[in-house]
């Protein structure tokens, strides 16, 4: 069964950064892409970033704006996402998602889900 576990969330003030983490078991992810995605309250989910294990090739969605880095540890079986000068429109939880993502945002594409972590960015 696979699993993946979220961790990192928690408060920060506007301009500074917290780095998410999602470890995954149950199978090899090595084929397949980690992507995260993050729901505010009484907006709809949206994708942040992805990252495909094989290659490592990163994508980004729009509301990185270039504050984000994704990454992935093979040996760990870990992808990171690291998020640099928060702002409160960053408030929102996000989650880890694995799949074959062939079209990298859409949440269709990935089969397997974290429990989603909260971030929380006061002004």
């Known amino acids: 069964q696979v699993q993946l576990v979220e961790s990192g969330g928690g408060l920060v003030q506007a301009g500074g950064s917290l780095r998410l983490s999602c470890t995954g078991s149950?199978?090899?992810?090595?084929?397949?892409?980690t992507a995260w995605f993050r729901q505010a309250p009484g907006q709809e989910r949206e994708f942040v970033a992805a990252?495909?294990?094989?290659?490592?090739?990163?994508f980004y969605g729009a509301p990185t704006k270039g504050r984000f880095v994704v990454a992935r540890d093979l040996a760990k079986n870990t992808a990171y996402l690291a998020m640099n000068r928060l702002e409160p429109e960053d408030t929102a939880i996000y989650y880890c998602?694995?799949?074959?993502?062939?079209?990298?945002?859409?949440?269709?594409?990935?089969?397997?889900w974290g429990q989603g972590t909260q971030v929380t960015v006061s002004s």
């Open positions: 998602a694995v799949g074959y993502g062939d079209s990298i945002s859409s949440e269709k594409d990935y089969d397997y």
């Open positions: 149950g199978r090899t992810f090595s084929s397949l892409t």
């Open positions: 990252i495909r294990w094989a290659g490592g090739d990163p």
